[in-house]
């Protein structure tokens, strides 16, 4: 990431909206969103298949596994404002693999960790997870709050913006969709 870059842009900006970049308050500002900038997109340069740690158990796990409320913040990329939320993923294992359970939250964090919208991002972890661990269902769902329907425009405090993408037998089993859906509802 090219923090200087950053800093001039940053400097710019404060200058194009009328501000004293060398005001005491700003001096620093530049160089304090640069290093933001590099760590909230942190994304853009890490891979989530570094957080995979599949394990191979014997004989078939085959129920449904639900991690819900993992902490999401990620950054609209029409605004460049925070959208920041919780993230629910369920799966049926197949095959005896399953992922350590922990693993879910870095998954969910290295894709919010890059400029987003999210409905790609939902889809995002959705297919990682379907690619790299083969389950029968995947069901990744997404309650967030986006700071640029906060902040400006609409101004609609509170509204929450939700996400599902469903794969596998999630997506064509009712029985299976039902399931997630009660224990989403909780």
Not at 54 to 61: L, Y
Not at 78 to 91: E, Q
């Amino acid at each position: 990431m090219d923090l200087e870059r950053i800093e001039k842009a940053v400097r710019e900006i404060l200058l194009a909206v009328g501000e004293d970049p060398e005001r005491e308050g700003l001096q620093e500002t530049p160089n304090r969103v640069a290093r933001m900038y590099a760590e909230i997109f942190s994304g853009l340069k890490s891979d989530p298949k570094q957080h995979l740690k599949i394990f191979h158990e014997e004989g078939e796990h085959d129920e449904l596994v639900f991690v819900r409320d993992i902490p999401l913040y990620s950054v609209c990329e029409h605004h460049l404002l925070p959208f920041i939320g919780k993230c629910h993923i369920a799966y049926i294992p197949r095959d005896g693999k399953i992922i350590g359970l922990s693993k879910f939250a870095r998954i969910v964090d290295c894709f919010a960790r890059r400029p987003q919208v999210q409905e790609r991002l939902t889809a995002q972890i959705a297919d990682f997870i379907e690619e790299n661990l083969n389950p029968r269902g995947v069901a990744v769902f997404i309650e967030a709050e986006h700071l640029c329907m906060t902040m400006r425009g609409a101004r609609a405090a509170g509204a929450l913006t939700q996400t599902s993408a469903l794969r596998g037998c999630m997506r064509t089993e009712a029985k299976t969709r039902n399931e997630v859906m009660l224990l989403l509802a909780k």
